[in-house]
């Protein structure tokens, strides 16, 4: 018994020592060591496989290995996606006071599967966010969507607490059609969302529906601001900061643009990015191909000229593709075509990026022990990357704050899209956004 004993021990010892070593041994691992007690329970079955006869004690083997690995390697590593673990606060459920809460429209008719997963994604905001919603839609198709996803209680709760409204409209405009159709249909949802706002009962709209409408609708209804001739919709892209997103427009309002509309747009980009994203003095870039001053074709050379004389904000110069993403700039300004392919084409980086690492992970006990440790991060790196964690872009040069959904939003999508929407109504973006005059933006 005695000797059993002692074997046992020395398995323990010995299962201890290989776990650590194949910590050190691998880099992507340690890096993410921090994820190795929580998941025990994953690498248990696995560590049993190869512990042999120390399969009854594999559990506490390993959560003593992910311990001491923890505590032996913590000041030799660091962890990059540490503040993006920090960050993710915003979806936790917590009590908020009414005092608190603002008032969002929403068109609950906007979208390709509205108004059922618009109207869950409304309930998930005010759950996490000191929101009231105003969500505009047939009456009668709103209550049975509810009813076919189950979230009718969920909604009658909400509705007793005051914390949704539910305003009635009698006609939709589709994805389809012409913009010029806010025209012809003027109780469509999104014409009363944006009512809402333009009467003070809201102090911000959303809409995963036709964007051209919804341009149309905000400009007809809510009007320009003052010296800005073209709205832009302003996006935001992750950076390699976690915490420093890049805000990029026009990404598909203006075609064809003019160089005093890319000036424009530098000039909203600068007082949101200021407002709102707390960057003290926010560095404007113009996205172009070489970061030569006379690089680009004539769009670029005239807008640099404008860009670079003006003094009102920071501009950075040229920004080349590969430094969207790279954290040195806080916005981009380029025309409508180019930021919507760009936009498009980083909307489908995160799901590639994580194919190629699952078919580049190493196979066999390793590779599983590794997958398990990996699997949490590997999500969080999806979370970072994908469009529906952002939710929505900006309608900036309009007087209001508009949120324009991508058409294939779903719940998720539209609790971030909302995020934003209170982030700009609570900065007092407007206020500043307003202080914009004609001789100020069109100087040049």
């Not at 969507?145 to 405009?173: F, M, N, P």
């Not at 699952?358 to 790196?381: D, H, M, T």
Request: glycine share 10%; net charge positive.
């Amino acid at each position: 018994m005695q000797n059993e004993s002692r074997i046992k021990a020395n398995n323990r010892s010995r299962a201890i020592r290989r776990l650590v070593i194949w910590y050190r041994r691998n880099a992507a691992v340690t890096t993410l060591v921090d994820t190795a007690t929580t998941s025990a329970s994953a690498a248990g079955s696995v560590a049993g496989s190869v512990a042999g006869s120390v399969v009854s004690n594999a559990g506490s083997v390993v959560s003593n290995a992910g311990s001491i690995a923890k505590n032996t390697l913590q000041p030799l590593v660091f962890d990059p996606l540490r503040r993006l673990q920090g960050g993710e606060n915003y979806l936790e459920k917590s009590s908020i006071s009414d005092g608190d809460r603002l008032w969002i429209a929403v068109d609950g008719m906007g979208g390709d599967y509205a108004p059922g997963p618009i109207l869950e994604g409304c309930l998930e905001a005010i759950e996490r966010l000191p929101l009231k919603i105003r969500f505009v839609g047939p009456l009668e198709d709103v209550k049975t969507s509810a009813k076919e996803y189950e979230i009718d209680e969920r909604l009658d709760q909400a509705i007793t607490h005051g914390h949704i409204q539910l305003v009635s409209c009698s006609e939709v405009i589709g994805m389809d059609e012409e913009a010029t159709a806010v025209r012809k249909k003027r109780d469509a949802s999104i014409n009363v969302a944006m009512d809402l706002v333009k009467k003070g009962k809201a102090l911000a709209v959303y809409s995963a529906g036709n964007s051209g409408a919804l341009m149309a609708s905000a400009i007809f209804r809510l009007g320009r601001l003052s010296g800005i001739d073209r709205p832009a919709i302003g996006a935001l892209f992750p950076t390699k900061d976690p915490a420093q997103p890049v805000l990029v427009l026009d990404v598909g309002a203006n075609m064809d643009c003019k160089p005093t509309y890319l000036h424009q747009f530098a000039l909203l980009g600068n007082i949101y990015s200021r407002d709102v994203l707390q960057v003290e003095q926010p560095r404007i870039g113009l996205l172009n191909i070489g970061e030569e001053s006379c690089k680009g074709n004539d769009l670029s050379l005239n807008t640099y000229e404008l860009l670079s004389k003006d003094d009102s904000f920071n501009f950075k110069g040229n920004c080349e593709g590969r430094d969207v993403l790279s954290g040195e700039f806080d916005v981009v300004v380029c025309d409508g075509f180019t930021g919507n392919v760009l936009l498009k084409f980083l909307e489908s980086v995160g799901s590639v990026l994580l194919n190629v690492l699952r078919a580049e992970l190493p196979r066999g006990r390793r590779g599983k022990v590794g997958s398990a440790f990996l699997r949490s991060n590997l999500k969080r790196i999806k979370k970072r990357l994908d469009h529906a964690e952002h939710g929505g872009a900006l309608l900036l040069g309009v007087n209001g704050i508009c949120v324009i959904g991508h058409g294939s939003s779903k719940a998720l999508s539209v609790l971030s899209a909302l995020r934003i929407a209170h982030s700009a109504a609570s900065h007092g973006v407007m206020e500043d956004l307003e202080k914009l005059k004609k001789p100020l933006a069109l100087s040049n």
